[in-house]
């Protein structure tokens, strides 16, 4: 017996900007073209150390799928990646290296610091773990839990697509933003 | 003829006399204490003796005794002999303020991560190791976390960001 055939209605697409259209042309702003095409291209970096890591190994099967988030490219190499996820504890000894991670990326780049630890050193009070990776490099979106949910992630995900989204093109040549650098001492 | 503790006992203390002492068999294993100094020579006797054999270093750490005055910290030596599997145990004691104990290095290659181990928690020098540095805490502690001499909180930190994530 053949099976029906289902078609798949909830396909959601990005949003078109704001513009003047017509026929074979669109007019719209260049930064809502950019910023649209990079929030529906983000390009992750895992930086898995512990529990949280396999949560996110979870998040990016095909039961939570991160790929619908246009994340299925896993990046190993941190000069193409715009998002660096710290999943897990960061050790002490560890800090300077995930420092050169994020110095390796490109901008624009963005941190999502996922699970208690990563946040905040989590339960390892403790003189040999990082107290937040966030003493190190600047975070974009923390996600709470010991370990998250794959929801959760997801969330966190989403939360940086939104900022993503309303980033502005000159946002990393402003001001603010070379005062934040400077102040974890990274040019 | 099986190895046994008793053996073992005898020809050390054949050998060494009144420089080991505190025998007992917790749980079955021979344990002693020795003589700071001659730690080596008990590790080399042995180790080259054909009928105890003890040629595996299991596990060298040490232990912090803050009460026990002018001998706070014991390395531990565990040692086992293969052939006949037996295991023993023994432990030098050294003064914190002079931690200072014989490298094993020269007998086994294992001893040289162990010791500098128990350097980065304990800062026990082992005199005539090849490269006593920090093994896995940061190079730029200055202290040895592992001794009992820190309180279970310390209000003091600043690394901990209460603002966000507070206790």
Same mark, same amino acid.
């Given at each position: 017996m053949s099976r029906p055939v289902q078609y798949n209605n909830t396909v959601k697409f990005a949003g078109i900007p704001e513009g003047y259209m017509g026929e074979g042309f669109m007019a719209t702003n260049f930064e809502k073209v950019v910023s649209l095409a990079r929030k529906n291209s983000i390009w992750p970096l895992p930086f898995a150390t512990s529990c949280c890591g396999i949560e996110f190994m979870a998040t990016a099967a095909?039961?939570?799928?991160? &790929?619908?988030?246009?994340?299925?490219?896993?990046?190993?190499?941190?000069?193409?990646?715009d998002l660096l996820m710290v999943m897990g504890t960061i050790s002490k000894k560890m800090g300077p290296i995930l420092k050169q991670v994020y110095l390796q990326m490109a901008e624009p780049r963005w941190v999502l610091a996922v699970g208690a630890c990563a946040s905040s050193g989590g339960i390892f009070d403790?003189?040999?773990?990082?107290?937040?990776i966030d003493q190190v490099i600047p975070v974009d979106v923390y996600v709470p839990g010991c370990p998250p949910r794959p929801e959760a992630i997801l969330d966190g995900f989403m939360k940086i697509q939104e900022l993503v989204h309303a980033e502005g093109l000159r946002r990393r040549e402003s001001e603010q933003y070379k005062e934040l650098m400077n102040s974890y001492g990274i040019q | 003829m099986a190895l046994t503790n008793e053996i073992i006992q005898q020809k050390l203390t054949e050998k060494f006399g009144d420089q080991l002492s505190y025998w007992d068999q917790p749980y079955g294993m021979l344990t002693f204490v020795a003589e700071n100094n001659i730690n080596i020579k008990v590790l080399q006797f042995l180790y080259d003796d054909e009928q105890l054999k003890?040629?595996?270093?299991t596990d060298l750490q040490a232990v912090h005794y803050?009460?026990?005055?002018? &001998?706070e910290l014991a390395v531990v030596y565990h040692l086992h002999n293969l052939v006949d599997n037996v295991r023993i145990r023994f432990k030098v004691f050294t003064n914190i303020e002079k931690p200072e104990v014989f490298t094993a290095t020269g007998l086994y290659e294992a001893a040289n991560f162990m010791e500098r181990e128990t350097y980065d928690f304990y800062g026990v020098k082992f005199i005539g190791h090849p490269n006593l540095i920090r093994i896995l805490n940061v190079d730029e502690m200055d202290y040895f976390p592992m001794r009992k001499e820190f309180p279970l909180e310390d209000q003091t930190r600043i690394d901990k960001d209460d603002e966000m994530f507070g206790r």
């Open positions: 095909s039961h939570y799928d991160i &790929a619908r988030f246009g994340s299925e490219r896993m990046s190993f190499s941190p000069r193409q990646c403790t003189y040999s773990v990082m107290q937040g | 003890f040629r595996f270093l803050p009460d026990n005055k002018g &001998a």
